[in-house]
C-alpha cells in the first residue's frame, strides 16, 4: 500500500515531468519515480526500511526542494 508523502506546495503545470529522488544517510539512492503534471502523487515507500532520508525534487531539470524524511514502522 502506498503511504502519502506530503510535498511542498508549488506551481506544477500539466505537461511538467518533476523526479522525487530519495537518498539514504550515506547519499546512496534509495527511490527514484518520476510524475507527470499536477495533482497528487502517490509513492511506494512502504519498500524502504524505517530510518531517516534525504529526499530531492526536481522540475524540468532544476532542483526546487530538498529535505530530511523520515520513515516510522
Not at 48 to 62: A, K, W
Request: charged share 15%.
Amino acid at each position: 500500500m502506498a503511504r502519502p508523502l506530503r510535498l511542498p506546495k508549488r506551481t506544477i503545470l500539466l505537461h511538467t515531468i518533476t523526479q522525487l529522488t530519495i537518498y539514504n544517510t550515506i547519499g546512496c539512492k534509495a527511490l527514484s519515480q518520476y510524475f507527470k503534471g499536477a495533482g497528487t502523487w502517490h509513492i511506494q515507500i512502504n519498500t524502504l526500511p524505517p530510518g531517516l532520508y534525504y529526499y530531492t525534487l526536481t522540475s524540468n531539470g532544476e532542483l526546487f526542494k530538498s529535505d530530511k524524511l523520515v520513515i516510522v514502522p
